[in-house]
């Protein structure tokens, strides 16, 4: 294509002619905010996504949390401030978090065990490739299908209680309806299935460490233990930050495995499957989302508590 300078007609003076001039500054603007506006052109679909199925629900959950909808009639009623009033007044409700202490204390093992593979791994390891799709493989499977295996798994007399038979562990247990035992069964779980997330994540930023630090460090004659600690786990404060709020807002809102594997049964039954019942078992939808919203800004001041903990570090040039 020709250039513009070059397209445009001379005039006597060998400049380019005024009327042709007056054109091309005419079309600079023109151009200028059609190039403005190709980015939202392309975001145009996934913003149109994210308001209708994450901001437009949000909005009216915490409209109806301020009615007495039942979920099924199309009329309902604003009782204002009520359904909070209710949840923080009835002590039933908050009593699920106890099951939540369960999950924050397997995040804690999880994100160690995954630190640790990681950081094994990351080095020259005999079949290292192979104990990766290990690790991550169950983040892969389906948590309706993890919760089906382990029901039978932890069934009594089942396969991990022939396990335990193995190693001079014998009885049967009642793994999923004893209270003392489902919350540590379903903990367990967890850590199974959500390792291999917090270990891909922990790999990929041990390898993106400049490998001249590590020569450098040899040289100086650290060993491996010193490695980790003064270029590895700096090299992840940021990371590490990030797993622990989000492993902090799954316990609190962990639903998926124990609502498979006990329904809520036995000590079992945290804040999300409480809060499922409400709507669906008692038709208290308007209390349920009052609920949602508690559970949200929960969520929420945990992560703001945490980034004033633990605050991001910043580039400086």
Known sequence: MTPI?????????????????????????????????????????????????????????IVYSFTDWDGVS?????TGLENYFEIFTRPELFRVFVASAYYLGAAVLQIVLALYFATVLSFNTRFRNLFKGI???PYLINGVAIGFVFLYFFQEGGTFDTVLRLFGVGGEHLWLGDPDLVNYSLAGVSVWRYMGLNFVLFLGAIQSIAPELYEA?????????????????????????????????????????????????????????????????????????????????????VAWVQRRIVPEERATS
């Open 135 to 137: 690790l991550f493989f």
């Open 5 to 61: 300078s070059s397209s445009l007609k001379r005039g006597p003076a060998g400049g380019p002619r005024p009327q042709d001039a007056a054109r091309h500054s005419r079309q600079r603007p023109r151009r200028r905010w059609r190039q403005g506006l190709t980015p939202w052109l392309f975001l145009l679909v996934p913003l149109a996504l994210l308001i209708t199925f994450s901001y437009v629900p949000i909005i009216n959950m």
């Open 74 to 78: 199309p009329d309902y009623t604003f």
């Open 217 to 301: 460090a040899e040289l100086d004659g650290a060993n491996r233990w010193q490695q980790f600690r003064f270029i590895i786990v700096p090299s992840l404060r940021p990371l590490i930050g990030l797993t622990a709020i989000l492993a902090i807002s799954g316990c609190l809102s962990v639903f998926e495995i124990p609502y498979i594997m006990t329904g809520g049964a036995g000590a079992s039954e945290t804040f999300v499957i409480q809060t499922i019942k409400l709507a669906f078992r008692f038709n208290k939808t308007g209390l349920a989302s009052a609920a949602a919203v508690v559970l949200l800004v929960i969520i929420l001041l």
